[in-house]
C-alpha cells in the first residue's frame, strides 16, 4: 500500500517552496540593483560624450539623430530637461529656437497658403536661414514644443514620410487627411475626383472640400469643368515662388 503524506512532509516542502521563493526574490532585486548601476554608467558616459560634441550635436542632423537614440535608450528625454546637465549642452535651445523660426516662416507664408505648409518647402526656407542643418526628424521634434502652444500649431501626416504643418487653430478630421493626400501629387483634387477614387458620395466630397476651402487651406478653380480645388500647400516648386 502507498503511505499517504504526513503533516511534516508538507511541512518541509512548504519551507522549501518559500526558500526556493525567497532566493528568487533575492536574485531579481540583485539583477535590477545591478541593472540600475549599469544605467547609471551608460547615463555617465553618455553625459561625457554629449558634453564632448556639443557642437557636433547641434551642427550635424545625423548626428543629432544619432545622440537622441543613444538618449531614447535609457529613458533621458534632452527635449524635456530643462534644468542641470542638459540644459548647459543647449539641445533644448536649439530646438526652442528652431521652433521659434517655423513660427516666423509659417506666419510668412500663411497668406497663400492658409496655414498650411509642406514639410519640404518649410525645409528648404529652413535652409536659406540657417547654418545649422535641419533635417524634417528636427522638425518633428520641434513639433512637441509646438504643441505646447495649443492647437494652432501641429503635424498632420498624410503619407509615408509626408507632412504638413499646420499653423492655424482646428482640427483636420480623417476625411480632410484623405482629401491632401489625393492631392499630394499634383496639389489639387475635385468632387468627381475624390468619389470615383475613394467611392465617396457627392455630399460628403463637396463638405470636406468646402470646409478646407472655408479655412483658406485650399483655393477653386471655377473654369475648369466640375470646378477644382487646388492646395497651395501641395503646389510643386512652391518653395522657390518667394
Same mark, same amino acid.
Given at each position: 500500500? +502507498?503511505?499517504? *503524506? =504526513?503533516? /511534516?512532509?508538507?511541512?518541509?516542502?512548504?519551507?522549501?517552496? $518559500?526558500?526556493?521563493?525567497?532566493? /528568487?526574490? $533575492?536574485?531579481?532585486? #540583485?539583477?535590477? $540593483?545591478?541593472? #540600475? %548601476?549599469?544605467?547609471?554608467?551608460f547615463r555617465a558616459n553618455l553625459e561625457e560624450f554629449a558634453g564632448k560634441h556639443k557642437h557636433e550635436i547641434k551642427k550635424n542632423a545625423?548626428?543629432?539623430?544619432q545622440f537622441q537614440s543613444m538618449c531614447a535608450a535609457i529613458g533621458v528625454d534632452p527635449l524635456a530637461s530643462g534644468k542641470g546637465f542638459w540644459s548647459v549642452l543647449g539641445i533644448g535651445d536649439f530646438y526652442f529656437e528652431l521652433s521659434v523660426q517655423i513660427i516666423e516662416i509659417c506666419l510668412a507664408t500663411n497668406y497663400k497658403n492658409g496655414g498650411l505648409i509642406s514639410m +519640404? $518647402?518649410?525645409?528648404? %526656407?529652413?535652409? +536659406? #536661414? +540657417? *547654418?545649422?542643418?535641419? #533635417?524634417?526628424?528636427?522638425?518633428? @521634434?520641434? /513639433?512637441?514644443?509646438? %504643441?505646447?502652444? /495649443? @492647437? =494652432?500649431f501641429s503635424i498632420v501626416a498624410i503619407g509615408p514620410g509626408q507632412h504638413l504643418v499646420q499653423s492655424v487653430p482646428g482640427e483636420l478630421n480623417m476625411d480632410h487627411t484623405t482629401v491632401l493626400q489625393k492631392a499630394s501629387d499634383t496639389g489639387r483634387t475635385s468632387v468627381d475626383d475624390l468619389c470615383r477614387s475613394l467611392s465617396w458620395d457627392r455630399d460628403r466630397a463637396e463638405r470636406a472640400l468646402e470646409h478646407m476651402l472655408k479655412e483658406g487651406l485650399a483655393w477653386i478653380d471655377t473654369q475648369e469643368e466640375g470646378r477644382s480645388f487646388w492646395f497651395p500647400s501641395l503646389f510643386p516648386g512652391c518653395a522657390q515662388a518667394a
Amino acid at each position: 500500500m +502507498r503511505r499517504r *503524506t =504526513g503533516v /511534516g512532509a508538507i511541512h518541509k516542502q512548504k519551507l522549501e517552496q $518559500e526558500k526556493y521563493k525567497d532566493k /528568487g526574490s $533575492e536574485m531579481q532585486e #540583485s539583477h535590477l $540593483e545591478q541593472m #540600475s %548601476r549599469q544605467m547609471e554608467v551608460f547615463r555617465a558616459n553618455l553625459e561625457e560624450f554629449a558634453g564632448k560634441h556639443k557642437h557636433e550635436i547641434k551642427k550635424n542632423a545625423q548626428f543629432r539623430r544619432q545622440f537622441q537614440s543613444m538618449c531614447a535608450a535609457i529613458g533621458v528625454d534632452p527635449l524635456a530637461s530643462g534644468k542641470g546637465f542638459w540644459s548647459v549642452l543647449g539641445i533644448g535651445d536649439f530646438y526652442f529656437e528652431l521652433s521659434v523660426q517655423i513660427i516666423e516662416i509659417c506666419l510668412a507664408t500663411n497668406y497663400k497658403n492658409g496655414g498650411l505648409i509642406s514639410m +519640404r $518647402e518649410l525645409l528648404e %526656407r529652413l535652409a +536659406r #536661414s +540657417r *547654418t545649422q542643418e535641419v #533635417s524634417a526628424e528636427d522638425v518633428l @521634434n520641434a /513639433g512637441k514644443k509646438l %504643441r505646447k502652444l /495649443g @492647437n =494652432g500649431f501641429s503635424i498632420v501626416a498624410i503619407g509615408p514620410g509626408q507632412h504638413l504643418v499646420q499653423s492655424v487653430p482646428g482640427e483636420l478630421n480623417m476625411d480632410h487627411t484623405t482629401v491632401l493626400q489625393k492631392a499630394s501629387d499634383t496639389g489639387r483634387t475635385s468632387v468627381d475626383d475624390l468619389c470615383r477614387s475613394l467611392s465617396w458620395d457627392r455630399d460628403r466630397a463637396e463638405r470636406a472640400l468646402e470646409h478646407m476651402l472655408k479655412e483658406g487651406l485650399a483655393w477653386i478653380d471655377t473654369q475648369e469643368e466640375g470646378r477644382s480645388f487646388w492646395f497651395p500647400s501641395l503646389f510643386p516648386g512652391c518653395a522657390q515662388a518667394a
